[in-house]
Every structure is written in structure tokens, then in C-alpha cells.
């Protein structure tokens, strides 16, 4: 009988996964960063004042909050760009959606710009 497949101490899969497990791995990889890059991005964008990233906001009535908003982004995305806080990243990139969707129902906003 074969041992159970288990992570070692700094994350790395072992020599017992096999290529479908190695392939999801890096899916799974290869998503976060996708993820990460995106709220990255969209918090910059704010604090750099672009006015694609900035209009919607002021037009919801977050005028004077824009600056939180862009270090919620950020401080979300660094947490979930790191194995060891990416579950509480995970948890605040939840909440942020969350809120984001929240918003645009309340002001029956187009969600697809």
C-alpha cells in the first residue's frame, strides 16, 4: 500500500504526486496569480486616479474613500499572493467581491463595464 500524498514543511509537493496532480497544482497556481494580479491592478488604478477606476465609485457615493478602497484591494491581494496568509486573503478578496456585488445591485449598475 502506498502512502498518502502530503505536502512537505515548505510546500513543495512530493516525489509521490503524480503528473496530474503537479498539473492541477500549477492550475491552481496559475489562477491565483490571475486572481492577485487583478485586484493588484484595480487598486493601483485607484490610487493613481484613473478615471475608468474611479468614476463608478464616485457615481456610488464613495468619493471620499476611494484611497480605502484601493488599500483594501492591495492589503487583500498581498495576503492572498502568499501561501502562508492566503487564507485570510482569500477571506477579505471574498468580502471585497462580495461588497462590490452588493454595490452594484443597490444601484442596479451594469456588473460588465
Not at 498539473?23 to 493613481?48: F, M, N
Amino acid at each position: 500500500m502506498r502512502p498518502a500524498r502530503t505536502d512537505t514543511v515548505n510546500g513543495e509537493w512530493d516525489r509521490l504526486a503524480t503528473p496530474r496532480d503537479r498539473v492541477r497544482r500549477l492550475g491552481g497556481k496559475v489562477l491565483i496569480g490571475l486572481g492577485t494580479a487583478v485586484i493588484l491592478i484595480s487598486g493601483i488604478a485607484k490610487l493613481a486616479d484613473v478615471r475608468a477606476a474611479v468614476a463608478p465609485l464616485e457615481a456610488a457615493g464613495f468619493a471620499g474613500r476611494i484611497g480605502l478602497i484601493a488599500g483594501i484591494e492591495l492589503v487583500s491581494a498581498v495576503a492572498f499572493a502568499f501561501p502562508p496568509s492566503r487564507r485570510l486573503g482569500l477571506l477579505l478578496v471574498t468580502g471585497l467581491l462580495g461588497g462590490a456585488v452588493a454595490t452594484h445591485m443597490q444601484h442596479m449598475m451594469n456588473p460588465a463595464p
